[in-house]
């Protein structure tokens, strides 16, 4: 096993890349810094279940709502997966923010983590993104509703509003081309934007290094050192 | 390992890592698989007697043709299918009931009159009127229906 190791890193250098990752010096943390790396596991899960789904699921109105029951209902596990999907979608906006609080409230946005937390933000959106049109999916009546009044919302602002409610539709009416471009947004693109934003974000992580706790009484501290 | 018999901490945390990504990587790969392969472990081979047709419309010595509409049921989808299948028989009695479609690869063959053959367009297949091949590809005879009559109906089954 070693040697196999060894014959690789001398042919393309693994060692380096899991040390610099996985070996590399943190201040002392506590569970609050857990919260990233949570959600980064929440958007594998999303990511696995995702693709799965997609080999069952057809995203037009006359087999939407069927093609989730049967996934439900039908499939061995169909269920399961839908329901990590489903119920991880909501894990993953809570820890989202949960992990964003963490930012704010130890300062680690501060330099020279600036872009860290930019791409943060638009980590964020993504996510919500991703909740907004994955709604629409199964089709059902609160999907239709919920995706009624969220695009209406949309359309509010004035001058450009009702031109921007007739492109996120796709039309005046929420309609099969609606479905089909929520389809492809959720699953094209925005994992390829998460995707690539997520690993941005974690090369500055491990570039940068994490900011340690914040202290207090750092005026006592200092007259001590 | 610094000591023989001793296991530091980090060594603990790698194989609990190791252990616990194990446990949760198999969580996702056995449902998985069974989602994947559900759909495919389902044999839908009917046994209910599906009705062709009078046996009065039988030629004697020459397949004849029966069209018959049954439904079926593929994911959440019911859509009616059309089944061929060419009904022989020598004596008024004794029936044969075959399947129209190739037994090379799935193409669907055809009774030509004149040359008192199956043939199949795909590669080339000829079988006899009795299903049995002549020449070509196919490494079996057509397909043969369970057939049974009840008050000059033909009735068929596959298994």
């Known amino acids: 096993m070693t040697s196999l190791g060894n014959w690789l890193d001398e042919r393309v250098g693994w060692r380096q890349v899991w040390e610099t990752i996985f070996l590399r010096k943190v201040p002392k943390i506590n569970w609050f810094y857990a919260l990233g790396s949570a959600s980064l596991f929440l958007a594998l899960n999303q990511g696995i279940t995702?693709?799965?789904?997609?080999?069952?699921y057809v995203p037009t109105p006359d087999h939407a709502y069927d093609s989730v029951q049967f996934i439900t209902t039908q499939l061995p596990a169909g269920w399961l997966i839908r329901g990590l999907h489903h119920w991880g979608a909501s894990a993953m906006v809570i820890v989202v923010v949960l992990h964003m609080i963490r930012v704010i409230l130890y300062g680690a946005y501060k330099?020279?983590?600036?872009v860290t937390w930019f791409t943060g933000v638009l980590l964020l959106l993504i996510v919500v993104g991703f909740g907004f049109t994955g709604y629409l999916l199964p089709w059902d009546q609160k999907a239709f509703w919920a995706?009624?009044?969220g695009t209406l919302i949309a359309g509010t602002p004035p001058w450009i509003g009702d031109w921007v409610l007739r492109v996120i539709r796709g039309g005046q009416d929420l309609s099969a081309i609606t479905l089909a471009r929520f389809f492809g947004v959720h699953v094209w693109v925005l994992p390829a934007a998460l995707s690539i934003l997520i690993a941005?974000?974690?090369y500055l992580v491990v570039k940068i290094g994490i900011s340690a706790i914040p202290k207090r009484e750092r005026k006592d501290n200092e007259r001590e050192g | 390992m610094s000591d023989e018999n001793e296991i530091t901490r980090r060594d603990f945390m790698g194989v609990s890592i190791l252990v616990m990504g194990s446990v949760i990587g198999l969580g996702f790969l056995i449902p998985a698989i069974a989602y994947i392969i559900g759909p495919a472990l389902q044999r839908k081979e009917s046994q209910e007697w599906i009705r062709l047709g009078s046996t009065s419309k039988v030629e004697t010595g020459v397949p004849t043709l029966f069209k018959v509409k049954i439904e079926e049921q593929t994911g959440w989808i019911v859509n009616e299918e059309e089944l061929s299948v060419y009904v022989l028989t020598d004596n008024g009695r004794d029936y044969i009931a075959m399947t129209n479609i190739c037994s090379h690869l799935g193409c669907r063959v055809r009774w030509i009159a004149d040359e008192n053959k199956f043939f199949c367009p795909c590669h080339n297949a000829i079988f006899d009127e009795r299903?049995?091949?002549?020449?070509?590809?196919?490494p079996k005879p057509l397909f043969r229906y369970n057939v049974k009559v009840e008050?000059?109906?033909l009735f068929i089954k596959e298994g």
Not at chain 1, 50 to 56: A, K, V
Not at chain 1, 111 to 114: A, C, K, L, S
Not at chain 2, 131 to 138: D, E, F, K, M
């Open chain 1, 50 to 56: 995702g693709i799965l789904l997609t080999i069952y």
């Open chain 1, 111 to 114: 330099y020279p983590r600036e």
């Open chain 1, 147 to 149: 995706t009624t009044v």
């Open chain 1, 200 to 202: 941005v974000h974690l």
């Open chain 2, 131 to 138: 299903g049995l091949v002549v020449s070509g590809p196919p």
């Open chain 2, 151 to 153: 008050e000059d109906q």
